[in-house]
C-alpha cells in the first residue's frame, strides 16, 4: 500500500517537475524528454528486452556477449540516449512473458522480433513503434518429399516452437485451402528439431528469418527445401508502453536514423567523413543542422552517435543475415528504392 | 523450559492454549494482511496499466487446431472449449500414469523385497536410477531416444495390415459406432459399476445375484453386433488416415510419467511392507504358509492401508508432472492452454489464474477421494 502511494507521489512529482521543466523549455524551445528518459538517465543504462536466444536477433556467444540484429538496435538506443552502446541491461525474454515484462515497467522497449498487430497495440496497452524485420510464416520440408508449394501439404504434420501465433496461421491457411495441416508445438527448439530430423513430422515451420536459421542447424542442411510461400505477415518490430509517447517518438526515429543512413550512404566507418557532406539530410540526420536530436528531448549528436555505435540499417542486416552469416536474402528487407519495403519517413 | 512444557504437554513447542488461540490468530491476521496487500498491489498495478481482469475471451473462437485429442475440437470451437480438450488430454494421460504406476510399482516394490538375489537387485538398480534422474530428461530421452528410432512412416511395421507402428503412432483399427452403440457404450461401463453395488445392497441371496454378472459381457456382445464396422487405417499422402492412432508423445509422456512415479511407488510399497511386525510373518509361518501366501494373506492387506496417504502425494505429483508434457508437444493444459492461448488472447493473468485454478480442483478431488478411502480402510484401533 505505501508502495503505491510512493509510486503516486513520485508520479505527481515526476509530472510536476515536467511541468515545471516543460515551462522553462518552452522558452528555449526543447520539450521534456519524458518520463522514461528520465529514469534511464538516472539508471545510466538502458533495460532492452530481447530474445532470450535466437540465431540472427539475439543470442549470447561463448563468453557471454549479447548480439543479433536486435541487439544492436538496443545499443543504438543507448547510444543515442546516454552515449555509450554498452549502457545496455539486455533482458532475455521468451515468447510468454515478453509483453507482460514490458507492461509492468521492467523493461523499457521490446525489441524482440515480435510481430506488431492490433492487439498487441490495443488489447495490451503497447504501442506498436517501428517495423525493423518484415518477415513472413514459411515452411521448410524434406527434398525427398518432393513437394514444392504449401498448397501440396494436404496431412502433412508440421514441427514447430510454442508461444507465437504460428499454429493459428498454419489454422488460417488450411482452412483457407479446405485442407488440414497437423501442427506439433515445441517449447524448445531441440526437441523440435530433434522430432523433424526423425520423421516425427514432414517438415518446419517458422518466420522467414528463423527458417534460414533452423536450416543451418540440421544434420544435412541441403536436405531441406524452404518452400517460396510465406502465409502470414510478421512484420517485427518495436514495441513500447502506451503512455510516453515521447518516448515512443525517440524509437521510431532512430529506427528511422538507422534506416536513412543506410539510404545516405552513412556507415559506421565513413560517418566522421559525412560530417563535412552539403547534403541536407545528411546534416540534420548528424546534427550539423536543425537540432532534430534536441527536439526529440536528446541532444543533437545521438544519431549520429547511434550510427556510429552500430552502423546504419543495411550494416546491421548483413552481420547476422548476410551471406557471411545466416545467408537469408535481404527481399522485402531491402530500402524502398531498392525494390524493399522499408521506407523511412524524412528528416525535415 | 521444562516447566513450560509441563503446562502445554508433550506438544513440539508448548503453549497454554488461551495463548495458542491468540497466536493463531495473530498469525491468520498476518496471512491474510498478506494476501490483502498482494491483492491489492496487483489490482492497482493493472489499474495503472488500464488493464483489467476480463474472462471474455474465453467466448472468442481459438483459431488453431490440436494435433491430439479425445473430445472433437476444430479451429472454429472457443477459447473454453481449448481448455476443456486440453483439460481432457491432462486428466487422459494423469489416469493412464496413475494406473500404470501403481502397477510398476507394486511388481517393484515386491521384487526388491524378494529373497531372489536377481529380482531384488534389477528392482533395486530401476529403482535407483530412475528415482536419481529428472522426470523432465527421462520424458525427453522416451521421446527422443526410444521412440524416434521407429521407422518412417512409409516404411511402417505392419501387423497383418490392420495395425501399423511408425515414428507418427501405432494405427489401430478404429470401430463405426452404430446407432445404438454409443447407448449400449454407456450401458455397459454402468452396469460394471452398478453390478456390484446391486449384489450388496438388494435383498438377493448371493448365489443367484451372481447372475448379475452376466449383464455386463451380454451388453458388450450386444455392443459389437451394434458397430456398422470397423475403419482401417491406410497410408494417405504424407501419412496414415482412419482408424485411430496413439501418438509417440503420449506414449512418451505416459511412459515417463509412470516409471518414475513407479520407482517412487516401489520405494513405499518395501516401506509398508517392512514396517509390519516380524512378529506376523513369523506367525504366518510357523502356520505353514508359503512366502508368496505370507505375502497376499498376512502382509499386503495391511502394508495397503499403510501406503495410502503417500500413495496420495506421489498421484499428485503426477498429476502435476503431466504438465511436462509441453516439452514434446504433447497437447496437454499447459502447452495448450498456457501457451497457445496466452500468447494468443495475450491475457497472461487471467490464463494463468485458470491453469492454477484446474490444477487445483484436481489436485483437491483427487486427494479427496483418496482421504475417503483412507478413512475407509485404515486399521481401526479400538
Not at chain 1, 62 to 83: I, P, R, T
Not at chain 2, 158 to 172: E, H, K, P, Q, T
Amino acid at each position: 500500500m505505501t508502495k503505491a502511494r510512493r509510486t503516486l507521489l513520485k508520479t505527481l512529482a515526476l509530472f510536476a517537475g515536467s511541468v515545471l521543466v516543460s515551462a522553462s523549455a518552452m522558452a528555449q524551445s526543447i520539450p521534456a524528454p519524458g518520463p522514461t528518459v528520465e529514469a534511464i538517465k538516472k539508471r545510466g543504462e538502458l533495460n532492452c528486452g530481447v530474445d532470450a536466444g535466437i540465431p540472427g536477433f539475439a543470442f549470447q556467444d561463448a563468453s557471454g556477449v549479447w548480439k543479433g540484429f536486435d541487439v544492436d538496435y538496443c545499443k543504438a538506443l543507448a547510444a543515442a540516449v546516454l552515449g555509450d552502446p554498452a549502457k545496455v541491461k539486455y533482458v532475455g525474454t521468451t515468447a510468454k512473458v515478453r509483453f507482460t515484462v514490458l507492461q509492468s515497467g521492467e523493461i523499457d522497449v521490446l525489441v524482440r522480433d515480435s510481430t506488431l498487430t492490433f492487439a498487441r497495440d490495443i488489447d495490451l496497452g503497447l504501442t506498436e513503434v517501428a517495423v525493423n524485420f518484415y518477415a513472413g510464416q514459411g515452411f521448410m520440408v524434406r527434398k525427398s518429399l518432393g513437394v514444392n508449394s504449401a498448397a501440396e501439404l494436404n496431412g502433412a504434420t508440421m514441427c514447430m516452437l510454442t508461444g507465437a501465433t504460428l499454429e493459428l496461421n498454419i489454422a488460417d491457411f488450411a482452412r483457407s485451402k479446405g485442407t488440414t495441416i497437423n501442427s506439433l508445438l515445441f517449447e524448445k527448439s531441440e526437441e523440435a528439431f530433434a522430432a523433424a530430423e526423425s520423421g516425427r513430422c514432414d517438415g518446419y515451420s517458422d518466420d522467414t528469418g528463423s527458417l534460414a536459421a533452423a536450416r543451418s542447424t540440421m544434420k544435412v542442411p541441403d536436405d531441406w527445401v524452404i518452400l517460396p510461400d510465406v502465409i502470414s505477415k510478421e512484420p517485427l518490430g518495436l514495441h513500447t508502453r502506451d503512455g510516453d509517447y515521447r518516448w515512443s517518438d525517440i524509437v521510431f526515429w532512430v529506427d528511422a536514423g538507422l534506416k536513412t543512413a543506410e539510404e545516405f550512404g552513412i556507415t559506421k566507418e565513413n560517418v566522421d567523413e559525412k560530417k563535412s557532406s552539403s547534403d541536407p539530410f545528411v546534416r540534420r540526420l548528424l546534427g550539423l543542422e536543425g537540432d532534430f536530436g534536441k527536439k526529440l528531448g536528446l541532444d543533437n549528436e545521438a544519431f549520429y552517435r547511434a550510427i556510429k555505435s552500430v552502423g546504419n540499417y543495411g550494416q546491421i542486416y548483413d552481420a547476422y543475415f548476410g551471406p557471411k552469416a545466416l545467408g537469408l536474402p535481404r527481399g522485402i528487407n531491402n530500402l524502398w528504392n531498392q525494390g524493399g519495403l522499408h521506407y523511412p519517413l524524412p528528416f525535415r | 523450559m521444562a516447566g513450560k512444557s509441563r503446562k502445554g504437554g508433550s506438544s513440539l513447542w508448548p503453549m497454554k492454549a488461551s495463548h495458542a488461540l491468540l497466536m493463531q490468530g495473530v498469525a491468520l491476521l498476518i496471512g491474510g494482511l498478506v494476501i490483502a496487500w498482494f491483492a491489492q498491489n496487483a489490482a492497482s498495478n493493472l489499474a495503472r496499466r488500464s488493464m483489467q481482469l476480463d474472462f471474455g475471451f474465453l467466448g472468442s473462437p481459438a483459431g488453431f487446431s490440436m494435433p491430439f485429442q479425445i473430445l472433437s475440437f476444430g479451429p472454429t470451437d472457443t477459447y473454453f472449449m481449448a481448455l476443456v480438450t486440453a483439460f481432457a488430454n491432462t486428466l487422459l494421460v494423469s489416469a493412464m500414469g496413475v494406473v500404470t504406476s501403481t502397477v510398476v510399482g507394486l511388481g517393484l516394490g515386491v521384487m526388491r523385497l524378494s529373497q531372489n538375489w536377481l529380482l531384488s537387485t534389477v528392482s533395486g538398480a530401476i529403482v535407483e536410477l530412475v528415482r536419481n534422474t529428472p522426470q523432465l530428461l527421462q520424458i525427453v530421452f522416451w521421446y527422443v531416444g526410444v521412440l524416434q528410432v521407429l521407422p518412417q512412416a512409409r516404411q511402417s511395421l505392419s501387423f497383418g495390415d490392420v495395425a501399423f507402428l511408425n515414428i507418427r503412432g501405432l494405427f489401430l483399427p478404429a470401430p463405426i459406432g452404430g446407432s445404438w452403440s454409443s447407448l449400449l457404450l454407456i450401458t455397459f461401463f454402468l452396469s460394471l459399476a452398478l453390478a456390484p453395488l446391486a449384489r450388496r445392497y438388494l435383498p438377493l441371496h448371493p448365489r443367484r445375484s451372481s447372475l448379475l454378472w452376466l449383464v455386463p459381457p451380454v451388453l458388450l456382445i450386444a455392443l459389437a453386433f451394434s458397430l456398422k464396422g470397423w475403419s482401417l487405417p491406410a497410408l494417405k499422402g504424407f501419412n496414415f488416415a482412419g482408424g485411430m492412432v496413439l501418438p509417440p508423445e503420449l506414449v512418451a509422456l505416459w511412459a515417463g510419467l509412470s516409471l518414475y512415479t513407479a520407482a517412487f511407488v516401489a520405494e513405499i510399497v518395501r516401506a509398508s511392507v517392512e514396517a509390519i511386525g516380524k512378529g506376523q510373518v513369523e506367525a504366518a509361518n510357523s502356520l505353514g504358509l508359503s512366502s508368496w501366501l505370507t505375502l497376499r494373506l498376512v502382509v499386503l492387506p495391511q502394508a495397503l492401508r499403510l501406503m495410502i496417504p503417500q500413495l496420495t502425494n506421489q498421484y499428485l505429483n503426477l498429476i502435476k508432472s503431466s504438465s511436462l508434457g509441453a516439452a514434446i508437444a504433447y497437447p496437454e493444459i499447459v502447452q495448450i492452454f498456457a501457451g497457445t492461448v496466452l500468447n494468443q488472447s495475450g491475457r497472461a493473468i487471467e490464463v494463468m489464474v485458470i491453469v492454477m485454478g484446474v490444477f487445483l480442483i484436481i489436485n483437491l478431488a483427487a486427494s479427496a477421494a483418496l482421504a475417503q478411502l483412507n478413512e475407509r480402510v485404515a486399521l481401526k484401533e479400538r
